[in-house]
Nanobody
Framework: QVQLVESGGGLVQAGDSLRLSCAAS????????MGWFRQAPGKEREFVAG????????YYADAVKGRFTISRDNAKNTVSLQMNSLKPEDTAVYYC??????????????????WGQGTQVTVSS
């Protein structure tokens, strides 16, 4: 069982940066691939970025590639999402997710076993 708690959301202006963090409970954090998803009002939840367990391979949605960076600290049981050059279309609730099944990670939300409660990111123009 893994519990995830996100933090770091807020209201920023276009072009600003924001860093989201996700703290995970449990002793085997490195066994989980982690992902960030987001959901804007009236839209489906979409993949943002992912990172595999031990080797830390990263992958991104095209919409955020080059602007967002996902990282993890297995010693501290945390995963972060550094978001630069934010755009109004990045406005959404951002969710941290963990999967014990797809060790290399996945961009499909259905592959993730555990989810945080979400944190709101609002980017004004």
């Amino acid at each position: 069982q893994v519990q995830l708690v996100e933090s770091g959301g807020g209201l920023v202006q276009a072009g600003d940066s924001l860093r989201l963090s996700c703290a995970a409970s449990g002793r085997t954090f490195s066994n989980y691939a982690m992902g960030w998803f987001r959901q804007a009002p009236g839209k489906e939840r979409e993949f943002v970025a992912g990172i595999s367990g031990r080797n830390g391979r990263t992958y991104y949605a095209d919409a955020v590639k080059g602007r967002f960076t996902i990282s993890r600290d297995n010693a501290k049981n945390t995963v972060s999402l550094q978001m630069n050059s934010l755009k109004p279309e990045d406005t959404a609730v951002y969710y941290c997710a963990a999967t014990s099944t797809y060790y290399s990670g996945s961009s499909r939300s259905r592959d993730y076993n555990y989810w945080g409660q979400g944190t709101q990111v609002t980017v004004s123009s």
